[in-house]
């Protein structure tokens, strides 16, 4: 797909980053794609209500005051916290009041549909929530858009804000350099600096005609399937995430010529990072960005905001050094501790990582990709189905014959579920989204054990409104009380994509993965399954919808069916398949 254009807007604390080490001004990068936001003029651009959607919204109008959009421009959304701050709010009004009033919550209602309204997209729209890993993987669901005929152009705006119970959630991981400093593969690292930000880019076909800035010409999404906050010996996910945008693009390794590393300067990162970069591309020689050393990290927004800043460094020739003057390189970061910043008009390949073990990685070109014919209107087959709904638990074609089975909303078989019965591993903390969809997938899957060869093809994408909102506001609380001496086991537990991970985790998907969140269309989960399936890079997709409604964290008369379904697709038919797949996810 095209990039047509894009802008960036941000705000760094004033102590985020060394003024000497800030060379945005010899990047010139604003001239280009927009103009720079920075620190409390990024707050005095807002009024008092959410500034991650504020963010959002700004960096919106600010590309489509430049771009007219075309009737049908869809918009994918990213994010890790979405409006996090309004939640808050709501929580603590909650603590305050014994209840949340509409008004106070009405920022965070339906602001996915809200936001496609206020920038005039009349396409789908849709939201993303794939940890750091979000601006990056949501240039996959939008060239699914595009492919699929659904729009003829998408806005993809990625976004967070650095703030509330987030925010101490973060620090209390223990990865916030103390420094504030980002020295990526520097033997003295010892964590990154997180900051607002987000990032807008208008994509559309490659052969559409009209001004381009370069091409994407391969994406890829999966997960580590290994732990919830450690990445897999010697970088593997990433390795395989990155070796998968490549074989999207249709090139080989060797042609790659610069990389974007998602290089957040922990410990942990890098030094895997550097192992995964090392074993998909050997020793040679590429250009290298490292674009948290200037910028910090934009969380969600990271990925995208990065893409930009690597179309400029390759329209000027040259990048931001991925190393400070004083650098010290870690030799277990060889080789990517002594790459040049020079980059060459070629291909570039980006990384990007998230909590949970969330990876996306995307290939940027000056170039067209190759045609290629990608059947999109096969059959799917659903080979099982799993579920726990409040009023019945089990597996095979059962709630297909019994949609009343959806009518009830809470209660019933949910009142004091566990899903310990359906899991091999211990969990010490589950959130009661994780429960339901941990448990639905056994369900669909039985007693089915794959090799690590086998996992690699098969992947999940969910759905889900709501997220993990027992935990976040369990964690909220903690938060309020004890500040930074929260437990840092619950954050983890509080982002809306963790209940697909710990199922990566527990079921070994390791293939492409996505979760999208909040009220949206939800025929664009279903339309990811399907292209993983049609374009090969997928066996077996499981397709789920989960929510664990909690009264108390939303106003009065918010209500959603608590539960978690799971489908298990194939483009292959077996004999003992349910039948096909339909597209309509049940609730």
């Given at each position: 797909m095209k990039l047509v254009d894009g802008c960036i807007v941000m705000g760094n604390d004033s102590r985020a980053l060394h003024p000497v080490e800030d060379n945005l001004q010899e990047l010139d990068l604003f001239?280009?794609?927009?103009?720079?936001?920075?620190?409390?003029?990024?707050?005095?651009?807002?009024?008092?209500?959410?500034?991650?959607?504020?963010?959002?919204?700004?960096?919106?109008?600010?590309?489509?005051?430049?771009?007219?959009?075309?009737?049908?421009?869809?918009?994918?959304?990213?994010?890790?916290?979405?409006?996090?701050?309004?939640?808050?709010?709501?929580?603590?009004?909650?603590?305050?009041?014994?209840?949340?009033?509409?008004?106070?919550?009405?920022?965070?209602?339906?602001?996915?549909?809200?936001?496609?309204?206020?920038?005039?997209?009349?396409?789908?729209?849709?939201?993303?929530?794939?940890?750091?890993?979000?601006?990056?993987?949501?240039?996959?669901?939008?060239?699914?858009?595009?492919?699929?005929?659904k729009a003829n152009a998408v806005l993809v705006i990625a976004y967070d804000e650095f703030a509330g119970y987030p925010a101490t959630g973060l620090k209390i991981l223990r990865t916030i350099s103390p420094e504030g400093r980002v020295l990526p593969f520097d033997a003295r690292r010892h964590g990154t600096v997180f900051g607002d930000g987000a990032a807008a880019a208008l994509f559309t076909k490659d052969t559409q005609e009209g001004k381009g800035l370069g091409y994407i010409i391969g994406t890829a999404t999966n997960n580590n399937a290994f732990h919830i906050t450690a990445p897999r010996p010697e970088g593997e996910g990433s390795r395989q995430v990155m070796a998968a945008a490549i074989k999207s693009a249709g090139i080989m390794p060797s042609e790659i010529r610069h990389v974007t590393a998602h290089a957040t300067g922990t410990v942990a990162n890098d030094v895997t990072e550097a192992a995964a970069l090392r074993n998909l591309l050997g020793d040679r020689q590429v250009s290298l960005a490292a674009y948290k050393r200037v910028i910090g990290h934009k969380l969600g927004a990271a990925g995208l905001m990065e893409l930009l800043m690597t179309v400029n460094g390759i329209a000027r020739g040259n990048c931001a050094s991925p190393y400070s003057a004083d650098f010290q390189p870690d030799e277990k970061c060889s080789p990517y501790s002594s790459m040049p910043a020079t980059v060459p008009a070629s291909h570039a390949l980006l990384n990007?990582?998230?909590?949970?073990?969330?990876?996306?990685?995307?290939?940027?070109?000056?170039?067209?990709?190759?045609?290629?014919?990608?059947?999109?209107?096969?059959?799917?087959?659903?080979?099982?189905?799993?579920?726990?709904?409040?009023?019945?638990?089990?597996?095979g074609d059962g709630l297909l014959q019994h949609p009343e089975w959806l009518a009830q909303k809470s209660g019933g078989k949910l009142t004091g579920f566990s899903a310990k019965e359906y899991l091999s591993s211990v969990k010490g903390y589950l959130d009661p989204a994780s429960a339901y969809l941990l448990a639905a997938c056994r369900l669909a899957l039985g007693d089915k054990q794959f090799s690590e060869e086998e996992s690699q093809r098969i992947g999940l994408c969910a759905i889900t409104q709501y997220g993990c909102p027992v935990s976040a506001m369990q964690f909220h609380k903690m938060f309020i009380e004890k500040g930074e001496h929260a437990s840092p086991l619950l954050f983890p537990h509080t982002y809306a994509n963790t209940p697909t991970c710990l199922a990566a985790m527990e079921f070994g998907l390791a293939g492409p993965h996505t979760i999208f969140y909040g009220e949206q269309d939800r025929a664009m989960a279903e339309d990811f399954a399907r292209m993983r399936l049609y374009e090969n890079s997928a066996d077996v997709m499981l397709l789920a919808q989960f929510e664990a409604f909690c009264p108390d964290a939303f106003p009065i008369g918010k209500d959603v069916t608590s539960g978690a379904v799971v489908y298990v697709l194939s483009k292959t038919p077996n004999p003992d398949d349910i039948g096909p797949f339909n597209g309509t996810l049940p609730f």
């Open positions: 001239d280009r794609y927009g103009t720079p936001v920075c620190g409390g003029a990024l707050r005095e651009l807002m009024d008092e209500g959410d500034g991650a959607l504020q963010v959002a919204a700004l960096a919106g109008k600010d590309l489509i005051a430049r771009n007219a959009l075309p009737q049908g421009c869809g918009l994918v959304l990213a994010t890790n916290f979405g409006a996090a701050s309004t939640m808050s709010w709501c929580w603590q009004e909650k603590a305050d009041t014994g209840e949340i009033c509409q008004e106070t919550y009405e920022p965070a209602d339906n602001y996915v549909r809200k936001m496609a309204a206020q920038l005039g997209c009349t396409g789908p729209a849709c939201q993303i929530s794939m940890s750091c890993a979000s601006g990056l993987a949501a240039l996959q669901t939008a060239n699914d858009m595009l492919e699929s005929g990007a990582a998230g909590i949970g073990g969330n990876n996306a990685a995307a290939v940027y070109s000056t170039e067209k990709a190759a045609p290629r014919n990608t059947t999109k209107d096969a059959p799917i087959y659903i080979r099982s189905m799993g579920w726990v709904l409040p009023a019945n638990i089990g597996s």
